[in-house]
T-cell receptor, first 110, second 114 residues
Framework: DGGITQSPKYLFRKEGQNVTLSCEQNLNHDAMYWYRQDPGQGLRLIYYSQIVNDFQKGDIAEGYSVSREKKESFPLTVTSAQKNPTAFYLC?????????FGDGTRLSIL | AQSVTQPDIHITVSEGASLELRCNYSYGATPYLFWYVQSPGQGLQLLLKYFSGDTLVQGIKGFEAEFKRSQSSFNLRKPSVHWSDAAEYFCAVRSSNTGNQFYFGTGTSLTVIP
């Protein structure tokens, strides 16, 4: 079945470490997005990519980095510069203006 | 700047009662509007969308929403709520003049009392 796969479902990070969250889609969508979700704050856009080898910062890009080397993949790296990384991270892809979401990755700090 | 407001943080209804969740948006052109539902620890599932045409749209699970341009609103309704409807609900708008970004409201948490 077509869809968006985020892995892992749960991720733990030690202080000072970078971690990478995976997002893969087999929907042949051009656009992909990363959102951060915190209680009471809804979804906030971290980065988005409209096409391979191109991406733009969203509203809260500081402390994060992304790459888009393949259409199917849009990994998010949470760097040590992100001081409060504990959150639920959602990846999405879209075509014809309709976003589809993965099941999310919950990142926690040890 | 585009924005989406969901004024109700939390709503409690009795099973079988009707439901209306409010959503207001700020956007210059005709927006693309969405309602999503999220169960704990899960991703977002699309309930319904409005792109153009009939302003009353039907979605899955018996939900409907009405686009009112004059009020900049896109409220979600259900005539009779089931216990399984308890979840977090998000309204979203798509912007065509900022790289097709999607803007989300802060969500409304729905509790259903038996």
């Amino acid at each position: 079945d077509g869809g968006i796969t985020q892995s892992p479902k749960y991720l733990f990070r030690k202080e000072g470490q970078n971690v990478t969250l995976s997002c893969e889609q087999n929907l042949n969508h051009d656009a992909m997005y990363w959102y951060r979700q915190d209680p009471g704050q809804g979804l906030r856009l971290i980065y988005y990519s409209q096409i391979v080898n191109d991406f733009q910062k969203g509203d809260i890009a500081e402390g994060y980095s992304v790459s888009r080397e393949k259409k199917e993949s849009f990994p998010l790296t949470v760097t040590s510069a992100q001081k409060n990384p504990t959150a639920f991270y959602l990846c999405a892809s879209s075509t014809a203006g309709l976003p589809h979401f993965g099941d999310g990755t919950r990142l926690s700090i040890l | 700047a585009q924005s989406v407001t969901q004024p109700d943080i939390h709503i409690t209804v009795s099973e079988g009662a009707s439901l209306e969740l409010r959503c207001n948006y700020s956007y210059g052109a005709t927006p693309y509007l969405f309602w999503y539902v999220q169960s704990p620890g899960q991703g977002l599932q699309l309930l319904l969308k409005y792109f153009s045409g009939d302003t009353l749209v039907q979605g899955i699970k018996g939900f409907e929403a009405e686009f009112k341009r004059s009020q900049s609103s896109f409220n979600l309704r259900k005539p009779s709520v089931h216990w399984s409807d308890a979840a977090e609900y998000f309204c979203a708008v798509r912007s065509s003049n900022t790289g097709n970004q999607f803007y989300f409201g802060t969500g409304t948490s729905l509790t259903v009392i038996p």
